[in-house]
């Protein structure tokens, strides 16, 4: 079986992505050079592609459920360090993809069993299931959110789909966008750094970031702008929700203690509001005064 590589700078960490479609790599490499490495991989994702042409149908309702729920079972072996995804055959999800995620050997494997018309979809969606968890063991979290970067400070807009996150980065004029879907908050050197995830954004190409983190937002749409800041135990309760391993997995139960303590340690000294929003930019003039 031949396989096709790239290497991916996500976080500030280097991970070696091999796939048996070369299209598909092709396309990872067109994304903005900043995201393309040159350093040795500390994170190994091999991607199996096998087309199955009868469930086209099936597919494309699978794609609709991972944009909008959990995307897989997750069921750890009794050591702790490896991950098996999609094992159970009365999860709907094994039929489109299954594999395993090695958090102690930093390498994982998934096979991908759909129409072609949808590799590009899966692909995405395995890279991220993988990177929840080797981002996880580095102490980064994976946030449902929108971040811009304005003057050199990153603003992160969190909420569930249709919540404005998408509407906040268009309406972010001369300001860049990391990423309008999927974000990952890393600590370094005691400070909070937010980075762009390359994959899944809707508008703009994905920015790398690397920026650090100045405020965090909830965010609503209503007829008002209107910000309520959070107490810190409120903050880090509101962010998990919004973290996705609690989005991407039906189980959860091995790493909420772990997320619980990562959140507020990410948190610690940000200050975090419900945002509340009309669909112009004057928010941006609201918020300078918090």
């Given at each position: 079986?031949?396989?096709?590589?790239?290497?991916?700078?996500?976080?500030?960490?280097?991970?070696?992505?091999?796939?048996?479609?070369?299209?598909l790599?092709?396309?990872?490499?067109?994304?903005?050079?900043?995201?393309?490495?040159?350093?040795?991989?500390?994170?190994?994702?091999?991607?199996?592609?096998?087309?199955?042409?009868?469930?086209?149908?099936?597919?494309?309702?699978?794609r609709?459920?991972?944009?909008?729920?959990?995307?897989?079972?997750?069921?750890?072996?009794?050591?702790?360090?490896?991950?098996?995804?999609?094992?159970?055959?009365n999860?709907?999800?094994?039929?489109?993809?299954?594999?395993?995620?090695?958090?102690?050997?930093?390498?994982?494997?998934?096979?991908?069993?759909?129409?072609?018309?949808?590799y590009?979809?899966?692909?995405?969606?395995?890279?991220?299931?993988?990177?929840?968890?080797?981002?996880?063991?580095k102490?980064?979290?994976?946030?449902?959110?929108?971040?811009?970067?304005?003057?050199?400070?990153?603003?992160?807009?969190?909420?569930?789909?249709?919540?404005?996150?998408?509407?906040?980065a268009?309406?972010?004029?001369?300001?860049?966008?990391?990423?309008?879907?999927?974000?990952?908050?890393?600590?370094?050197?005691?400070?909070?750094?937010?980075?762009?995830?390359?994959?899944?954004?809707?508008?703009?190409?994905?920015?790398?970031?690397?920026?650090?983190?100045?405020n965090?937002?909830?965010?609503?749409?209503?007829?008002?702008?209107?910000?309520?800041?959070?107490?810190?135990?409120?903050?880090?309760?509101?962010?998990?929700?919004?973290?996705?391993?609690?989005?991407?997995?039906?189980?959860?139960?091995?790493?909420?203690?772990?997320?619980?303590?990562?959140?507020?340690?990410?948190?610690?000294?940000?200050?975090?509001?419900?945002?509340?929003?009309?669909?112009?930019?004057?928010?941006?003039?609201?918020?300078?005064?918090?």
């Amino acid at each position: 079986m031949d396989f096709f590589s790239t290497k991916l700078k996500i976080a500030g960490l280097t991970f070696l992505i091999k796939s048996t479609e070369k299209e598909l790599i092709e396309l990872t490499e067109r994304r903005p050079p900043a995201f393309i490495s040159k350093s040795a991989p500390v994170i190994e994702i091999e991607l199996v592609f096998r087309e199955k042409k009868s469930s086209f149908a099936e597919a494309k309702d699978s794609r609709k459920k991972i944009n909008s729920g959990y995307v897989a079972d997750l069921e750890m072996d009794k050591k702790g360090k490896k991950f098996f995804v999609n094992r159970k055959k009365n999860f709907p999800s094994p039929k489109f993809y299954k594999g395993f995620i090695d958090t102690k050997k930093n390498s994982c494997f998934f096979e991908i069993n759909v129409p072609k018309l949808f590799y590009p979809d899966f692909f995405g969606v395995c890279i991220r299931v993988a990177s929840i968890l080797f981002l996880l063991k580095k102490n980064a979290l994976l946030v449902h959110s929108s971040a811009v970067n304005k003057g050199g400070k990153c603003f992160l807009f969190v909420g569930p789909g249709g919540s404005g996150k998408t509407t906040i980065a268009r309406l972010s004029r001369n300001s860049t966008v990391l990423n309008d879907d999927i974000n990952i908050l890393r600590k370094l050197n005691g400070i909070t750094m937010v980075y762009g995830f390359p994959f899944l954004g809707k508008i703009t190409p994905p920015n790398p970031g690397g920026i650090p983190l100045k405020n965090v937002f909830f965010v609503k749409k209503e007829k008002a702008n209107y910000f309520t800041k959070l107490s810190r135990i409120d903050s880090v309760v509101s962010l998990l929700k919004n973290e996705f391993s609690s989005l991407c997995f039906s189980q959860t139960k091995y790493l909420f203690s772990k997320n619980f303590g990562m959140a507020a340690d990410l948190l610690a000294g940000i200050d975090c509001y419900v945002m509340e929003f009309t669909l112009e930019n004057d928010f941006w003039k609201d918020m300078q005064g918090l």
